[in-house]
T-cell receptor, first 113, second 115 residues
Framework: KNQVEQSPQSLIILEGKNCTLQCNYTVSPFSNLRWYKQDTGRGPVSLTIMTFSENTKSNGRYTATLDADTKQSSLHITASQLSDSASYICVVSVRGSSYKLIFGSGTRLLVRP | GAVVSQHPSRVICKSGTSVKIECRSL??????MFWYRQFPKQSLMLMAT?????????EQGVEKDKFLINHASLTLSTLTVTSAHPEDSSFYIC???????????FGNGTRLTVT
C-alpha cells in the first residue's frame, strides 16, 4: 500500500532555531518527492521537488534531503522565522502517472518569538 | 511563475443550495486539474481529476452527482457542490500542473460553510 508518513505531527520551536521534519514513504514505483508549505487557510506552496537521483535540494533556508534506498526524506529549516509557522506536507508521486500523488498528513510547525 | 487562481476564497450558503467554485490556470494550459478536500488538521484528500473536454474521474466514495465538475477549457475547471449540507462544509482546493516533474500548483482554496 502506498503511504507517506510524517513526523513529528506537530512541533514548537523558538524563533532563530533550526528544525528537521521527517518523511518516510512506501510508494512504488517512485517518481519524485515534494515538500509543500501550507499556511492556515491557504493552498500549499511548493518548496522543493526531488527525483530519484537527487539527494539534496535547497530553497533559501529550506533544505530537503532524499535517501531513495531507505525511502526517507527530511526537510531542514535553518534560522526559523515566525513566518515559518505553517503545515509542511510531504508528497510522493507515483511513477508512470505524473499526477498520482500520495500525501503525508503534514507536520504543523509553530515558531514562537 | 505559474499561478492557479481559485474563486471564491470564502462562501457561506444555506443548506439545500448549490455553490460553484472556479479554478483557473493563469499562465499555462492545464489539460488536467485536480480537486481536493481538506478537513481541519488533516492533509488534502483527492476528490476528482478534471479532464478538459471529457468527464471527470472521481475517487472512490466521492459522489459525482453531488460534486459536479466541468472542465470546459484548458484554463478553467469548476466544482459545483449541489444541494449542499452542513457536512459539506470544508476547505476545497484545486491544483493544476505542467507535464513531468513540474510541481503541481495549488489554488488558495475555498472555505465553504453550509448553514
Amino acid at each position: 500500500k502506498n503511504q507517506v508518513e510524517q513526523s513529528p505531527q506537530s512541533l514548537i520551536i523558538l524563533e532563530g532555531k533550526n528544525c528537521t521534519l521527517q518523511c518516510n514513504y512506501t510508494v512504488s514505483p517512485f517518481s519524485n518527492l515534494r515538500w509543500y508549505k501550507q499556511d492556515t487557510g491557504r493552498g500549499p506552496v511548493s518548496l522543493t521537488i526531488m527525483t530519484f537521483s537527487e539527494n539534496t535540494k535547497s530553497n533559501g533556508r529550506y533544505t530537503a534531503t532524499l535517501d531513495a534506498d531507505t525511502k526517507q526524506s527530511s526537510l531542514h529549516i535553518t534560522a526559523s522565522q515566525l513566518s515559518d509557522s505553517a503545515s509542511y506536507i510531504c508528497v510522493v508521486s507515483v511513477r508512470g502517472s505524473s499526477y498520482k500523488l500520495i500525501f503525508g498528513s503534514g507536520t504543523r510547525l509553530l515558531v514562537r518569538p | 511563475g505559474a499561478v492557479v487562481s481559485q474563486h471564491p476564497s470564502r462562501v457561506i450558503c444555506k443548506s439545500g443550495t448549490s455553490v460553484k467554485i472556479e479554478c483557473r490556470s493563469l499562465d499555462f494550459q492545464a489539460t488536467t486539474m485536480f480537486w481536493y478536500r481538506q478537513f481541519p488538521k488533516q492533509s488534502l484528500m483527492l476528490m476528482a481529476t478534471s479532464n478538459e473536454g471529457s468527464k471527470a474521474t472521481y475517487e472512490q466514495g466521492v459522489e459525482k452527482d453531488k460534486f459536479l465538475i466541468n472542465h470546459a477549457s484548458l484554463t478553467l475547471s469548476t466544482l459545483t457542490v449541489t444541494s449542499a449540507h452542513p457536512e459539506d462544509s470544508s476547505f476545497y482546493i484545486c491544483s493544476a500542473g505542467d507535464e513531468g516533474n513540474s510541481p503541481l500548483h495549488f489554488g488558495n482554496g475555498t472555505r465553504l460553510t453550509v448553514t
